[in-house]
Structure formats: C-alpha cells, structure tokens
C-alpha cells in the first residue's frame, strides 16, 4: 500500500511557463510535507515545506498548495527554468520530525529552452 | 558547513556477502536516516537513529540493520546480499527530535552480482 503518490512518472513545460507537480496521501497521521529535488548522482536536496495547519507556502519561484480534505498537495515552480529540470520527490510524515519520511516515487521534470 | 558524508561512493559485491556502509551527519545533527533508492522506485524508509537509539524501522527483513555512535556517525550493514540489494543507500541527518527537513548524502552505489 503505496501511502504517497506521485502519479506522473513525467513533466515537461516550456521555460518561463508555470510547472505543476502533484502529489497525493492516504494516511490522515501525515502532518507534515515536504518536496526534495535530485539531480543525477547528487543526493535529494529539499526545497521547500508545509504543515498542515497551512494550506499554502511559498518561497521564490515555489510555491506549495495542500488540500487536507482531498489528501492532495502541489508544487507550483513559476517561472520554469532550465536548471529545474531534475525528479522531484514528495515526502511526508507524522509530526515535523522528518526522520521517517515517507516519499514518493518521483516525478521528472524537463524544462525546455 | 560540511555536508552529509557517505562512504564509500560506490561497490560491487557478490551473493551472499556483507557490506557496511558509512555516514556521518551534519555537525550539531542527532538524527541520522537511512533510505534505499532502487531505479524506478522512490525512497524507501531502512531506519533512523537518534542520539544511538533506533527510533523508527521500515519494512525490511533483519539482514539490514544499523547502528549509531556517540559522535552521531551511522552505519548500515546487510548481511547475505541478494541480487534485489543492489541500489542506491541514501543517509540523511537532520538536526531532530523534530528537525523538518533532511539534509541527504550523496548516497553509496550498491551493486551485487
């Protein structure tokens, strides 16, 4: 049983154009989410975060949504850029201890010029 | 500010071996994580250890275990590989009990043959 899921295996967006990744949950015990991104023989670095008392947080270009009563978050990139193009991993977790984060499989994204 | 150090970056080995992996966390990190990342899979949760304490274990039979030291440096061990071993073993640190986000290493290469 596949708690996070990370439907689109794949994602590509023109530069300057917004890029949507989404990620969807089953356990309702998850109250903290986040999204990495990982470039080829790098390890994930994260990039951004939300907890469920939010239903939105932004950061720059990035921006995450969460939707508890759907079990659903995105990531908004806006605009797209070249060197976002990596696989983006959603997380989640019970409490904002992340040790035991429960991922998704990830979704790669291409930005093309 | 170092990094996430893992050692070493890549290794092959064959059925039936053992293999120990090394980490060492962030400076000031406790908690030190350990994911495994197979080709088309996103990250699977192994354990996670604060202050020398295992504190959550995933899904995986006992030939995985770890262990951590008085200096937060971690180490993973898998008894008997099987040829389904072979991925990528990612350790993250955070700075724990509820430290948000996971700080990755670059992660060790396994390959058994």
């Known amino acids: 049983d596949q708690q996070v899921k990370q439907n689109s295996p794949s994602l590509s967006v023109q530069e300057g154009r917004i890029s949507i990744l989404n990620c969807d949950y089953t356990n309702s015990m998850f109250d903290y989410f986040l999204w990495y991104k990982k470039y080829p023989a790098e390890g994930p670095t994260f990039l951004i975060s939300i907890s469920s008392i939010k239903d939105k947080n932004e950061d720059g270009r990035f921006t995450v949504f969460l939707n508890k009563s759907a079990k659903h978050l995105s990531l908004h990139i806006v605009p797209s850029q070249p060197g976002d193009s990596a696989v983006y991993f959603c997380?989640?977790?019970?409490?904002?201890?992340?040790?035991?984060?429960?991922f998704g499989d990830g979704t790669t994204l291409t930005v093309k010029p | 500010k170092a990094g996430v150090t893992q050692t070493p970056r890549y290794l092959i080995k064959t059925r039936g071996q053992q293999v120990t992996l090394s980490c060492s966390p962030i400076s000031g990190h406790r908690s030190v994580s350990w994911y495994q990342q197979t080709p088309g899979q996103g990250l699977q949760f192994l354990f996670e250890y604060f202050s020398e304490t295992q504190r959550n274990k995933g899904n995986f039979p006992g030939r995985f275990s770890g262990r951590q030291f008085s200096n937060s440096r971690s180490e993973m061990n898998v008894s008997t590989l099987e040829l389904g071993d072979s991925a990528l073993y990612l350790c993250?640190?955070?700075?724990?009990?509820?430290?948000?986000?996971?700080?990755f290493g670059e992660g060790s290469r396994l390959t058994v043959l």
């Open positions: 997380a989640a977790s019970g409490g904002t201890n992340a040790g035991k984060s429960t």
């Open positions: 993250a640190s955070s700075s724990g009990p509820n430290g948000g986000e996971l700080f």
